[in-house]
């Protein structure tokens, strides 16, 4: 369980990008189990979800702005949604 040094971290960003990478990690791990992987897409989909995770820190209330235009788009709530359909092939049917 987070302490308060640690909500202070999170909120001051000290270590966001390996704290996401951590946590991406952790989720892959989590959701593949046994299943065999290539290294290169666990790979990508680690980092796409330590990409979605930061993104989602630094969007409060889960909105986005893309390319500093007037257009913006809300985040998916489940950080896992755009990662599963590059594990999918690898997984079984019940995943």
């Known amino acids: 369980m987070p302490n308060l040094d640690d909500a202070e971290a999170y909120i001051r960003d000290n270590g966001t990008v390996a704290s ?7 989720m892959i791990e ?3 189990g046994e299943a065999y992987v ?3 897409v666990l790979n990508e989909a680690t980092l796409a979800l330590a ?11 889960g909105f ?10 809300r985040l ?17 049917p019940f995943a």
């Open 38 to 40: 290539p290294e290169s």
């Open 30 to 32: 989590e959701y593949v």
């Open 20 to 26: 996401k990478l951590d946590t991406a990690r952790a």
């Open 76 to 92: 998916s709530r489940d950080p896992m949604e755009p990662i599963r359909p590059m594990l999918k092939p690898w997984l079984s």
């Open 64 to 73: 986005v702005q893309f390319g500093g235009s007037e257009v913006a788009g």
């Open 51 to 61: 990409q979605e995770l930061f993104t989602r820190q630094k969007s409060p209330g």
